[in-house]
């Protein structure tokens, strides 16, 4: 069977300059490169796709010709859980974060998962496990780094850190 017989290679494009996210403009792309007289086969090697998926992409494509582009190459959301923070709360833990805690009363120079965790539950209610606590920590910017102590900490070309000694850095 072809595809996209009544959607012309000029409207995949004028879609893909409009289109956001990976998977969406894929979609777009492997329309246009089959246009262009690529097989399903050969585009589902180039994308690293399924040959199925590559058809089924083909075929949501040919829906242009009768829908909306929103509709057609974006998914439907897919339920999921709801976060437990809104995103309100995560830019201020990531403010918080982002500053010591001493200036938030706790009486450690660094943050640490479990500090992080304490902080989490005390200021939005919310029990995190330190598995994702880490993760918080990570998307807010700090990293997991060895500590530069004396000497080495003054050194430029030290690149080696004391042993074992690791912490939560911004």
Known sequence: MAH????????????????????????????????????????????GRTEKTIYNWLCRLDRLADEPAEEVVYDAPR???????????????????????????YDRSTWTPALAREYIA???GVEYELRRVRELMSEAG???????????????????AAPGKKRWTN
């Open 4 to 47: 996209l017989e009544d959607v012309s290679a000029d409207d995949l494009r004028e879609i893909l300059a409009e289109v956001e996210g990976k998977r969406a403009t894929q979609r777009v792309m492997v329309g246009l490169n089959y246009k262009e007289g690529l097989s399903q086969r050969r585009l589902a090697e180039m994308y």
């Open 122 to 124: 005390e200021t939005f």
């Open 142 to 160: 700090l990293s997991y780094r060895a500590v530069r102590t004396g000497a080495a900490a003054s050194a430029p070309t030290e690149t080696s």
């Open 79 to 105: 339920p999921g859980r709801p976060p437990k923070l809104d995103d309100g709360q995560r830019e201020r833990l990531e403010d918080a974060l982002n500053r010591p805690p001493t200036e938030l009363g």
